[in-house]
Nanobody, 118 residues
Framework: QVQLVESGGGSVQSGGSLRLSCTAS????????MAWLRQAPGKERERVAR???????IYHDSVQGRFIISRDNANNALYLQMNYLKPEDTAMYYC????????????WGKGTQVTVSS
């Protein structure tokens, strides 16, 4: 059974930092592209960052320079370091696994809430 479990969300003031983690089980993790996506109430889901098999990272323009995605293949883990958080970063954050690296996500976690107050 495949599971992706996120943790690390919470409430923080504007300008603060949080580090999200995602632990995967039931897949050959090193063979999957991984991504963090988020969805705020009333808004479309958007991809925040993606990391490819060899570690190449791609970011949404709105988080470029503030967020860092990383992966630890030895521990089946995915991370998102979020710095200089803004109220508009408030959303439910999900990690997702993408076997073919084509943005068709095969597996999703249940999400972790991030709330940034001004």
């Amino acid at each position: 059974q495949v599971q992706l479990v996120e943790s690390g969300g919470g409430s923080v003031q504007s300008g603060g930092s949080l580090r999200l983690s995602c632990t995967a089980s039931g897949i050959t993790y090193r063979l999957y592209c991984m991504a963090w996506l988020r969805q705020a109430p009333g808004k479309e889901r958007e991809r925040v960052a993606r990391i490819e098999l060899l570690g190449n990272a791609i970011y949404h323009d709105s988080v470029q320079g503030r967020f860092i995605i990383s992966r630890d293949n030895a521990n089946n883990a995915l991370y998102l370091q979020m710095n200089y958080l803004k109220p508009e970063d408030t959303a439910m954050y999900y990690c997702a696994a993408d076997q073919w690296c084509n943005a068709n996500y095969d597996y999703w976690g249940k999400g972790t809430q991030v709330t940034v107050s001004s």
